[in-house]
Structures are given as structure tokens and as C-alpha cells.
């Protein structure tokens, strides 16, 4: 939950990086919690519209800036430009490509985008 809580606390950040981590973790508890509150829509037969629950679309409302600011971040920390985001505009293909920069491992050391953030959690353990 940590992580999850990191990307709230900068949700606007659209600058820096995100590791792998950071962004897996954050997509992780972003699926559990949009299943609970599809399963409570449901249970509680709050729907907006056909299939749509009301909790769930006000917390995928909620959590929209967030996403797109780890998103970029991440991006970021493989060293590509935000720009690369626009790829999911080309169905499955881009989709695809987007899903395997997210895979990837962080650029290793300072890039344009910053400091790896791996060795600057890895200094605040040892502290």
C-alpha cells in the first residue's frame, strides 16, 4: 500500500521517475480496489449507466491524474518522453509496445529525467 500511497502523494508529478516497481505495485492495488467497488456497485445496484457502477466510475475519476502522472514517470525512467504515450492511440500494437516499456527495467543511473530512484530508496534504507 506504500506505493500506492507514493503516487497519490505526487499526483500531479508528471516529472521525475517511477520505477517498475512504484508502477506495478500502484496498478496492483488500483485493480483490487476497482474490483471491490464493481463488486459493492453491484451488490448495492448503484449503476450510472448499462453496466456501469457509480463507485467505480467515481474512483476511476478520482484516480485518472495519478495514473497518467506514474505513467509518465515510468516512461521517464526507461528514458523515453511521455510522447511515447501516444502509442495507445494504435490498437493492440501500441497497446503491446506501452505494456512492454512498462516491463522493462529503469534506465540505470541519472538520465535527462532525473536520478534512478533505485538508489535513492536504496539510501534511504541504509539511513
Known sequence: MDWYFKVLRNYVGFRGRAR???Y???ILVNLVLTGVLSILDKM???KIAADEGMLTTIYGLLIMLP???V???RL???DRSAWWLLLVLIPIIGWIVI???NCQNGTPGENRFGSDPKLMDARLVSD
Open 67 to 69: 495514473s497518467w502522472a
Open 99 to 101: 505494456l512492454i516499456f
Open 76 to 78: 521517464h525512467d526507461t
Open 20 to 22: 517498475r516497481k512504484e
Open 71 to 73: 505513467q509518465f514517470r
Open 44 to 46: 448495492l445496484g448503484l
Open 24 to 26: 506495478w505495485m500502484f
